[in-house]
């Protein structure tokens, strides 16, 4: 599980799965979304947009795939992380240059 999920990812797969399977007897994808949520636990808002997230995953539908997400969470760290790092290396060299014009010349 993620940090901050409630839900194992195999309770999120099989409820996705019911929902699909359930439109054909619902009529309606909010339908079978509302009728699913109770039987897993969750509230309906919170399966929709898992279904959403599945949909734009399997390239049903536009948006931001969950690993692109990922992708750019991990790219932004490692910027964050260079960023701070190279202001460490600014710093440290600033220092240096001032301590070498500190010391008195040798003849």
């Known amino acids: 599980m993620k940090k901050g999920s409630r839900y194992p990812k195999e309770v999120r797969e099989r409820a996705i799965r019911m929902v699909f399977e359930a439109i054909e007897n619902h009529g309606s994808k ?3 979304i509302q009728s699913i949520a109770p039987k897993i636990g969750c509230a ?3 399966l929709d947009k898992w279904v959403k ?5 399997s390239g049903s539908r536009p948006g931001e795939t969950t690993d692109s997400k990922t992708r750019i969470k991990e790219l932004e760290r490692e910027v964050k992380e260079l960023t701070q790092a190279n202001e460490i290396l600014r710093k440290a060299s600033a220092f240096f ?5 500190d010391r008195p010349r040798r003849k």
């Open 53 to 57: 997230q599945d949909e734009i995953d």
């Open 44 to 46: 309906a808002p919170t």
């Open 30 to 32: 909010w339908a079978a």
């Open 97 to 101: 240059a001032q301590a070498k014009l």
